[in-house]
């Protein structure tokens, strides 16, 4: 197998190339994932969501974690923790319509 980008021979089973660290068979680097709040599957500020997604694991069994490491610790830091993550995780991109013009719509 040969990467798209530079060329260069590599192993049958390399997902990237070690010459130019391109993804083999994407043709551009990986993105990488940013802890952010959805707009959607919110129970009360999607911080529990936000990590679900983060760390590709089911957002119940993140909202039961953080359940019970907050009944444990003894309630308040759980809460505080929560309310902290609020502030500082930042809040998922909100996604406009674009018409043809390639214009956004105007909101309402």
Not at 50 to 74: E, N, P
Request: aromatic share 8%; hydrophobic share 45%; proline share 7%.
């Amino acid at each position: 197998m040969y990467c798209n980008a530079c060329g260069k021979a590599l192993s049958d089973d390399a997902r990237f190339c070690t010459y130019c660290g391109i993804g083999v068979g994407y043709g551009h680097p990986p993105i990488r994932k940013k802890l952010v709040r959805p707009r959607g599957d919110r129970k009360i500020a999607g911080i529990c969501a936000g990590l679900a997604d983060y760390l590709d694991l089911d957002v119940i069994l993140v909202r039961l974690i953080w359940a019970v490491a907050t009944i444990v610790s003894g309630i308040v830091p759980g809460i505080v923790a929560y309310v902290l993550a609020w502030i500082i995780v930042p809040e998922e991109p909100e996604l406009r319509p674009v018409v043809a013009t390639g214009q956004p719509v105007a909101s309402q």
